[in-house]
């Protein structure tokens, strides 16, 4: 007979999402929360750059909203939008409760190190270094694991939402747990749950290129869609312009920051395809990653190339550990800092939606 765990609240995924609802959750309930690999492996744990929060005081919800409802080109949802920005402030104080530490240069409650990115009209980006998420999932991690009231499983993988809608009872199709595959031993077992959450991510591994790691395979919206709810913006995937190509190792992310210092993108004849330097960084990622298939497609080039030869050896090891993975790892490879990229999915928008 398949063995059957019974928990009030079931949760899928170890990312941000999960973790944090887990939490959210486990001060009223018993959780059982589960991963398909180890606990640590998500794209919240290798998340970069930070976190876009109105923390500055001479910055405001209202700048925030236009920059987003501008860079959206009007494909926004203004509530969703508004809801996000201004219950960031407290997201933020939530993550420091449980432990995260971002990056200050004060004593004072608000001075934190805030960062620009594109499409920003303020410094607001908070940010641990330039490992944020792995900060934000290690505390995390700890809490989850120090709390009475949840149990983690990892290398589970959820296969399917049980659901009453087969029983045919007009009306009541509800979910009621999922069933999942252990890895280790390959049994399959069920978890009967009265509220079950699913936080597995994106699916970004759909696409040949992207920044994800391989746990990004869409199957929460896979089962939601399944069991009978609709599905919405699964066209819209954010392309990052600069991940690693090289034929045989996975691709991995070459941060912004590189461009960001004076990193220009070069075809394969050595000619650059995107303008002057100072605007492109200021442009979107969407953008640039846009203009980087063109001379991949009409050349039938595998790649584009990263240039920062201009910079010394001394400013690069000086600068952050990006670099240093980004460029030094590669130089044995590669002529000295010419870096092969190509644009690669990153950011998978898509969602199921409760009816
Ligand atoms: C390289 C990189 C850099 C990024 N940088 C930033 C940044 O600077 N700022 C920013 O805001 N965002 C950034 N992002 C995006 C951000 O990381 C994600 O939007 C966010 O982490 C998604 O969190 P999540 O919890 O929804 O999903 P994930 O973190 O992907 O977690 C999904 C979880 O579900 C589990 N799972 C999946 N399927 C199953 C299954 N069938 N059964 C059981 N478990 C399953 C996975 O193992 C994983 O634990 C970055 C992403 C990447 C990849």
């Known amino acids: 007979m398949m063995r059957t765990l019974d928990t009030p609240v079931l949760v899928v995924g170890t990312g941000i999402a999960g973790l944090k609802a887990s939490l959210a959750l486990a001060d009223s309930y018993k ?3 589960t991963t398909k ?14 976190i876009s929060c109105v923390m500055d005081p001479g910055d405001s919800f209202e700048a925030h909203i236009e920059d987003t409802l501008s860079t959206g080109s009007g494909l926004c949802d203004e509530e969703a939008v508004q809801a996000i920005i201004e219950g960031g402030p407290n997201g933020i104080r939530e993550l420091e409760k449980l432990g995260v530490a971002f990056e200050r240069n004060g004593a004072h409650e608000n001075d934190y190190d805030l960062g620009r990115e594109g499409g920003h009209s303020h410094r607001r980006v908070l940010h641990a270094g330039d490992i944020t998420g792995h900060e934000i999932i290690s505390q995390l991690i700890r809490a989850t694991l120090a709390h009475p009231n949840i149990t983690l499983l990892e290398r589970v993988m959820a296969i399917d939402l049980v659901t009453t809608g087969w029983l045919k009872h007009p009306g009541t199709n509800s979910c009621i ?12 077992f069920a978890v009967r ?6 936080a597995t991510g994106g699916a970004c591994k759909v696409y ?11 199957d929460g919206i896979a089962m939601a869609w399944r069991a009978g709810l609709p599905v919405k913006n699964l066209e819209m995937v954010q392309f990052h312009p600069t991940a690693l190509f090289h034929r045989k190792a996975k691709s991995f992310l070459i941060s912004e920051a590189i461009r960001g210092e004076g990193g220009v993108l070069l075809n394969h004849q050595g000619e650059r395809f995107v303008e002057n330097l100072i605007r492109v960084n200021r442009w979107l990622r969407g953008y ?24 010394s050896e001394a400013f690069l090891r000086e600068g952050s550990r ?11 490879i590669w002529p000295r800092n010419r870096i092969p990229v190509v644009p690669a999915a990153h950011y998978f928008c898509g969602e199921w939606r409760r009816r």
């Open 193 to 198: 749950a009265r509220h079950t959450v699913l």
């Open 322 to 332: 990006i670099f240093i993975s980004a460029v030094w790892n590669l130089e044995s």
């Open 31 to 33: 959780v059982i929360v």
């Open 177 to 188: 747990g999922a069933y999942f595959l252990d890895e280790r031993t390959r049994e399959v």
């Open 208 to 218: 040949q290129y992207t920044s994800n790691p391989d746990v990004a395979t869409g």
């Open 288 to 311: 640039v990653a846009g203009r980087s298939t063109t001379p991949i497609k009409q050349t039938g080039a595998h790649c584009v190339y990263l240039d920062i030869t201009h910079k």
């Open 37 to 50: 690999r180890n606990v640590g492996v998500s794209s919240s744990d290798w998340a970069q750059g930070g």
